[in-house]
């Protein structure tokens, strides 16, 4: 890695681990096609059980009940298509998810508009229970699916999934999805014990190969059909040759990560900490999101009054620091957060919401690097503003 620089926004994407590229490099070697039943096909289908195997270690779930995509988006779109139900039970018919979720889960179901509805959350960002168990209570006589992320991309929120669970199961007729993708790797979650119907996850959120994923099913649970049509892989669902080498890859990062929890939790949150409180001290005006919730010990979200988050992007990236906007990107252009909306937070505030998110590569210096470099981008807005900093 280029220590001359701080990367600090892996909540966007996070650097391939030196041994996670050692392992697909071994893989990319394997000749043999995992579907195939010679020598070649079976050490193939070998290494990628033991991929799915360390996956499934990871989330508290059976190698057998999880399914490789090509990430986490493609894993969401499956499970909110429609065709996801428990065994004994039709379909669902409606659709509950928090008014944060990612443009995955937002943007990439297939319910009809009438048939979704947006479950509010907290100034904190949590969701609001009360309302889901009006919801469920109104819908007593439907099958209802409920996708709640297990923690906001933005700000780290961490949302009750086990509260949730037990609310859909108290309704009787629920399903319940969480979008993993933020919170696999960083924190402790147990798919098993949650008592979860699905899970989504992508593997380079936890230093793994982009381009792969996983969908975790209960096994009461399916899909009705495959969501990619083809040869037969992935029990039948998600069709086409596996990558092996990255899926390789994710299950060597999912044994570091499964190994490394709660020490390297710990650490990084420590750090975390010393950046929160060097931009306080930088910018008594700060305001962070979140911050009276549980969030994952990674994330620092935050906004300045006054400060243009575009302009402080460019700034701090000049300086050798890369950090996120808080506002949601697609093709490099930045939006406004629907997630700092449904929060309550006001379009101007918001505006300048800025995202540190820290992995395991960070270190000390790095956090030193950012505040430096944010010390000059709060010292540039206080003197617009005609103020000390």
């Avoid at 990236?317 to 449904?342: E, F, N, Y």
Wanted: hydrophobic share 50%.
């Amino acid at each position: 890695m280029d220590k001359t620089r701080a990367y600090l926004d892996h909540n966007a994407t996070a650097p391939v681990r030196p041994d996670v590229a050692a392992a697909v490099a071994r893989a990319l070697t394997l000749p043999g096609n995992p579907s195939s039943i010679h020598a070649e096909g079976r050490a193939a289908r070998a290494a990628l059980e033991g991929a799915r195997a360390q996956v499934a270690g990871l989330v508290g779930a059976k190698p057998g009940q999880v399914v490789f995509t090509s990430g986490g988006t493609e894993a969401a779109n499956a499970i909110l298509s429609g065709a996801l139900h428990r065994r004994v039970w039709p379909e669902p018919t409606h659709l509950l998810h928090s008014a944060s979720e990612h443009p995955c889960v937002a943007a990439g179901h297939r319910f009809p508009d009438e048939a979704v509805e947006l479950l509010p959350v907290d100034a904190a960002g949590v969701i609001d229970l009360a309302a889901l168990d009006a919801r469920l209570t109104a819908l007593a006589e439907e099958c209802v699916l409920i996708s709640v992320h297990a923690a906001n991309n933005e700000t780290g929120v961490i949302q009750p999934l086990a509260e949730i669970v037990a609310r859909a199961r108290a309704h009787g007729r629920s399903l319940v999805h969480s979008d993993a993708v933020q919170a696999v790797g960083k924190i402790p979650l147990d798919f098993s014990a949650l008592g979860l119907d699905a899970l989504t996850l992508s593997g380079h959120k936890f230093a793994a190969p982009k381009g792969v994923g996983a969908l975790v099913l209960a096994d009461d649970v399916t899909l009705d059909g495959a969501f990619v049509r083809g040869g037969g892989q992935e029990k039948r669902l998600r069709c086409g040759t596996e990558s092996l080498p990255s899926l390789v890859g994710m299950g060597e990062a999912a044994r570091i990560a499964a190994e490394s929890l709660p020490a390297e939790a710990e650490r990084i949150a420590a750090l975390r900490d010393r950046a929160a409180a060097g931009v306080r001290a930088l910018a008594p005006d700060a305001v962070v999101f979140g911050e009276g919730a549980l969030r994952l010990p990674n994330t620092l979200s935050f906004a300045v009054p006054g400060l243009d988050a575009p302009a402080a992007l460019i700034a701090l990236d000049l300086a050798g620091v890369a950090v996120s906007s808080g506002s949601a990107c697609s093709s490099g252009k930045v939006a406004r957060s629907a997630t700092l909306a449904a929060m309550g937070v006001p379009p101007a505030l918001a505006g300048g919401a800025l995202r540190v998110s820290l992995g395991w590569n960070t270190v000390e210096e790095d956090v030193t690097r950012f505040l430096h470099a944010f010390e000059r981008v709060v010292t540039s807005l206080y003197e617009r503003q005609g103020r000390a900093a």
